[in-house]
Structure formats: structure tokens, C-alpha cells
């Protein structure tokens, strides 16, 4: 008996624990909530912060920016307010010794130090909701309550007299889009884009980029300070767009960066510090970037940089081809990056210089391996003759060919949708390769960059094969050294299996496609011989530590 009323007093105990926890989780869900974090993304190219990224980035300032009350500040691509709000909650904090009137206090801060311009229409008034509790940042209470007491309609913080206007410093787009040539001048749309149709609310002509470096200054000046040329902008900070969809549907292929617009403009007013999130491409690829990669790998002011090769590490509900970082730049600092690495959870610190390489290598672990192999100074796959462009023969990848031969010399080319054939005749570029034996390998890499399977491993190339002489591929494909016997050609393909050639491969990899420039650190060899890892692995005189990185890293392929 004594035995039963013990086992119902601990089941009665274990219920209340289980309700206490219950309570308890409810309790700290509801503290915690924050609406924004229900607000969806309008898309790929406009994704919202949450606000642990936000805190994150706000994080990596330095601690005398909260104690400043001059400075200004400035989110040139605001989408749901959740910086400027961040920003007002620390800034409310920090100057609470310099300006104790809790009121004078968060008015000064509103009015004279923060300052934005939203993405689009929607997203300006999104972000005034949520800084100033109402879209309209000068509407006062009319006084009308509802039978409980509350009032019916809503009203802008300080009963919306700290602003004379509705937008307050928190500014709906006014620009357009320029157009000479069938495309706008600043960001490269169509004419013919579903951003020019003049049925639709919004252009998406994004302010802040829309104006000539020698000329947004003045903008901005006319915009938030009545024109007063002395005023400028301390911090600038945020989430840019991360592309546009320059074809006329705009849908699929097409997509051009302009996150890197936002970033140039924004040094282009020279603020003490700048941090951005954006997607990290830029370290080794993307369309248009080559010229962007460069400036920021040379500029000696950014501090630090913070690189996550899962995305989902900062936005979860969005997957960013290639990941993506954020960085602060301080104009007052010159010298080399504070640079941290999370991949797999697992954080990597080392103080770097960005511009070490030609691109930019993510992982540190991975460096003493780069400098071995650069070290033998031996030409590479991307010399002439190695690794194809991205159209080996000219074709685009939704090519057909015809189903059946109309001469002997047809040749026969696999294109996205299987093989066909195709006149000698038509054949464009390459053809000195046409009859020789041409190893080939998918322009798609196995995985979508930055994320390895289960046990954190990467295969790197997807589909490899050798064409024999009078077969070609089209732009889905790229040509690895063809060799005009098939022995040599096995040679190169197996050499590509290696785990050696494959980690040199994936240390460049930003994005889903390979090109010309991912194999720029894997050394052209003499293939009369097979390679294999081990005597790879020698050959470079690699210690215990960067074989096992390796090995741990790439998956086998046979």
C-alpha cells in the first residue's frame, strides 16, 4: 500500500513538473515574441532579418557608438524596421547618463540619429510600424475608445508630434528607373522587366542606388536635412536586395547581383563604419563581381568579417546559394581582417589578409594545403587548354539537336534534356577538339554549395564521363584537357576523382556552378600517369593534420 500511494505522490509530481514546464515554456514564448519574426520574405532577393542576425551584426560595433548622441545613422534598404528598432532599443540604453529624460531621450534618438529608406512602398510603411507604432509617423490620438477603455485608432509614438510629416525619417522610395538602351542605367533591368510595369504598385527602382556616387550625398542631404551640406552619415548599416531579374518575365535565368551597389554606395560616403549582410559569393564568383571582389579584398579598413557557409545559420526559413557574410568596415582602421568561419556549426577565427589570393578562401584550416600546392608554381587547369568556358561548343544548355543523323559527319551532343545531333558545320567554337577523347564533368556541383551530406562530407562534381571523338555537350557541361588518346583521358578523369583535386575545387566554391575560375588551384599534371591521393598527397609533402582534413571532408567517388 505504502508502495502504491508513493508511486501516485511521484506521478502526481511528474504531472507538475510537466505543467510547470509547459507554463514556463508558454511564458517565455510569449516574452520573447516578436511579430516581425511572422512577417514572411517578400522573396530570394528581399529577405528580412530576423533579429538574432540583426543583434549580431549590431554586436560586432564597437561600444562607443551607443554613447554618442551626434552620430547619425542610416539603413539605406529598410524592410521591416528591425534595425532601426534594435538600434533605438540600445541607443535608448546607452545614453542614459547623457540625456536622463526618458522621453527627451528616445525623441532625440528617433529625430536626430536614425534614418532610413525603405526598399519599396510596403516595406517603408512596414518599418514606420514597427519604429514608431504607426505608419504615419505624425498621426496623433483621435481621442475615439472602444467600450473597454482602448483607443480605437492607432497613434505614432509621442503622440505624433515629434515629426511634422507622415514618413518622419523613415522615407518612401520616390525614384525611377532610368533607361537608355533598353536597360536602366543603375541596376540593369529590362525595359521590358515586370519592375517597369506601370500596372504594378511598386518599381523596385531602389532608391539608394539610384543616383550617381557624386550625386547621393546631396540626395540624402535634401531628403533627411533640408538641404544642410554639412550634414553626413556616421554609421550605415543593414540587408541590401540581393539581385534583380533582368529578363523580361522576370523569372529564371537573368538574376544580377546589386547587393554590391548598396555596398559601394555606401563607401561612397565615406561613413566612420559600415556593415552589411550579403550573400558570400563575392568571395569567389558571381556574375558582375569580379571588379567588386577586388575592391573590398583590397580595402584595408574592413575590420571584420563574419562568413556562414549555411545561410540558414542567419536567415532559417531562406536557403542563399553559397552563404553569406556580413562585415564592418572602420574607416579610421587599416591593416589586416579579423576573419571568423562558421561551417557545420563549428566556428573557425584567424586574423587575415583578404587579399592573400586572387579569391577568397572561406576556410582557414585549409590554408597551410593552398600554400603547398602554389608553392610547386605549376600551371593549372585554368590555363589555356585545360577547363572549357561554360559553353564548350557554343550550345546553351536548352539546345535540341535532331533525332537522327543527316550526314556522316553529324555529331552528337548531350544537352540538358539527353542527347541528339548536330552539323559539324554548326559547331562554333573548340573544334580542334571535336575528334578527340574530351573528359567532362557536370557545370552543376553535387551538392548546392555550403551544405555537405549527413556526416559533413562533399563530392563535388555530380556527373563525369569521357565524350569520344565526334561528341560534344552543350553549356550544362564543361571540357576538362581533352587528350587524343583514351588512356590519357581516363587519367584526367580519375585525377578529378581525387579527394586532392576535389578539395581544391569546393575551397572555391561560392555558388551551385563550376566555371574556368574553380579550378585555378588544382596543378595541371603530366597524364601519361594515374594519380592517386597517396601519391598526391606526397607529392606535396602534406603533414597528418591536412590529409585528415581532407579525408574528412570529401566523399569517396569511384
Known amino acids: 500500500m505504502v508502495m502504491l500511494d508513493n508511486k501516485i505522490k511521484n506521478d502526481a509530481l511528474d504531472a507538475e513538473e510537466k505543467y510547470k514546464t509547459a507554463v514556463e515554456s508558454a511564458s517565455d514564448y510569449i516574452e520573447n515574441f516578436d511579430i516581425l519574426e511572422t512577417i514572411t520574405n517578400v522573396g530570394n532577393d528581399e529577405v528580412f532579418t530576423p533579429r538574432k542576425t ?23 534598404a529598410t524592410k521591416n524596421g528591425i534595425f532601426e528598432r534594435e538600434i533605438a532599443i540600445r541607443l535608448d540604453i546607452g545614453l542614459k547618463d547623457i540625456i536622463p529624460d526618458k522621453e527627451q531621450r528616445r525623441k532625440h534618438i528617433l529625430k536626430n540619429m536614425i534614418y532610413a529608406i525603405g526598399l519599396t512602398r510596403f516595406t517603408a510603411n512596414v518599418a514606420r510600424r514597427t519604429v514608431y507604432y504607426c505608419s504615419q509617423a505624425s498621426r496623433k490620438c483621435d481621442g475615439i ?22 514618413e518622419g525619417n523613415i522615407k518612401t522610395p520616390i525614384t525611377d528607373h532610368i533607361f537608355e ?3 536602366c542605367i543603375f541596376c540593369g533591368i529590362s525595359e521590358k522587366s515586370k519592375y517597369n510595369d506601370p500596372s504594378q504598385r511598386e518599381t523596385y527602382a531602389y532608391e539608394f542606388i539610384h543616383f550617381n556616387k557624386n550625386e547621393i550625398l546631396e540626395h540624402l542631404q535634401d531628403r533627411f536635412f533640408g538641404g544642410n551640406r554639412n550634414m553626413k552619415f556616421d554609421i550605415i548599416i543593414g540587408n541590401p536586395p540581393y539581385q534583380l531579374r533582368v ?3 522576370g523569372k529564371g535565368l537573368g538574376g544580377i547581383p546589386i547587393y554590391n551597389l548598396f555596398v559601394e554606395q555606401a563607401k561612397s560616403l565615406s561613413p ?6 550579403i550573400p558570400s559569393r563575392w568571395f569567389s564568383g558571381g556574375v558582375g563581381l569580379t571588379e567588386f571582389r577586388y575592391n573590398m579584398l583590397k580595402d584595408k579598413h574592413i575590420k571584420k568579417l563574419c562568413d556562414f557557409s549555411d545561410s540558414r545559420s542567419c536567415f532559417s526559413t531562406v536557403d542563399i546559394n553559397g552563404g553569406v557574410c556580413f562585415f564592418l568596415r572602420d574607416i579610421t582602421y ?10 557545420n556549426g563549428i566556428q573557425s577565427k584567424t586574423v587575415r589578409k583578404l587579399d592573400e589570393f586572387e579569391i577568397f578562401i ?9 600554400k603547398k600546392v602554389l608553392s610547386f608554381k605549376e600551371k593549372t587547369l585554368s590555363d589555356n587548354g585545360g577547363c572549357s568556358s561554360q559553353t564548350p561548343y557554343g550550345f546553351l544548355s536548352n539546345f535540341e539537336g535532331t533525332k537522327n543523323k543527316t550526314k556522316n559527319d553529324d555529331c552528337s551532343i548531350l544537352c540538358s534534356k539527353g542527347w541528339s545531333f548536330v552539323e559539324r558545320n554548326q559547331i562554333v567554337k573548340n573544334k580542334e577538339t571535336i575528334d578527340l577523347y574530351k573528359p567532362m564533368i557536370s557545370k552543376l556541383t553535387c551538392e548546392h554549395a555550403g551544405t555537405p551530406d549527413k556526416a559533413g562530407k562533399y563530392r563535388v562534381l555530380s556527373r563525369t564521363e569521357i565524350l569520344k571523338p565526334q561528341q560534344i555537350c552543350s553549356q550544362s557541361y564543361l571540357i576538362i584537357c581533352p587528350q587524343k588518346e583514351l588512356i590519357m583521358a581516363e587519367n584526367v578523369l580519375k585525377y578529378l576523382k581525387t579527394k586532392f583535386v576535389r578539395f581544391l575545387i569546393q575551397l572555391t566554391l561560392t555558388g551551385m556552378n563550376m566555371s574556368i575560375d574553380n579550378f585555378k588551384f588544382v596543378p595541371w599534371l603530366d597524364f601519361n600517369k594515374e594519380w592517386k591521393d597517396c601519391d598526391l598527397y606526397k607529392k606535396y609533402n602534406l603533414n597528418n593534420d591536412e590529409i585528415n582534413l581532407i579525408e574528412s571532408l570529401i566523399r569517396e567517388m569511384k
Do not use: Q
Open 54 to 76: 540583426c543583434d549580431m551584426i549590431l554586436d560586432s560595433l564597437p561600444e562607443e557608438v551607443w554613447h554618442n548622441p551626434n552620430y547619425k545613422w542610416l539603413n539605406p
Open 247 to 249: 529578363n523580361e518575365s
Open 272 to 277: 566612420k563604419y559600415l556593415s552589411m549582410i
Open 181 to 183: 538602351k533598353g536597360n
Open 334 to 343: 587599416n591593416g589586416d581582417c579579423d576573419f571568423i568561419n562558421t561551417t
Open 145 to 166: 475608445k472602444a467600450d473597454d477603455g482602448h483607443y480605437v485608432n492607432g497613434y505614432a509614438i509621442g503622440n505624433g508630434t515629434w515629426f511634422d510629416d507622415e
Open 362 to 370: 572561406r576556410r582557414n584550416e585549409a590554408l597551410s594545403i593552398l
